[in-house]
């Protein structure tokens, strides 16, 4: 099993960055293939950025392409999540996953509000 615990998230202006971390718990951490979702109000959850096992391939929304980095560094158990340039219409709760097979295991949520 695989507990996973965002941090990062806060209020910044617009053009800013912040930084999203993910830290988890379990011994095949390494296995997983993470991600990174995201909730605005009212809207459903949809998939920022993907990272296979290894980081060696990555997936990145057409809206984010350019301005988020995702990374994960597999001795320390974390997955990270650079935001540059980032946009009001960046807020939402931001979500990480970790998924194997059919498994998949989800964060609490850490906000992203971003002003304009």
């Known amino acids: 099993q695989v507990q996973l615990v965002e941090s990062g998230g806060g209020l910044v202006q617009a053009g800013g960055s912040l930084r999203l971390s993910c830290a988890a718990s379990?011994?095949?951490?390494?296995?997983?293939?993470l991600g990174w979702f995201r909730q605005a109000p009212g809207k459903e959850r949809e998939l920022v950025a993907a990272?296979?096992?290894?980081?060696?391939?990555?997936y990145y929304a057409d809206s984010v392409k350019g301005r988020f980095t995702i990374s994960r560094d597999n001795a320390k158990n974390t997955v990270y999540l650079q935001m540059n340039s980032l946009k009001p219409e960046d807020t939402a709760v931001y979500y990480c996953?970790?998924?194997?097979?059919?498994?998949?295991?989800w964060g609490q949520g850490t906000q992203v509000t971003v002003s304009s």
């Open positions: 379990g011994r095949t951490f390494s296995s997983y293939a």
């Open positions: 990272c296979n096992w290894s980081g060696s391939n990555t």
């Open positions: 996953n970790a998924a194997l097979g059919i498994t998949a295991y």
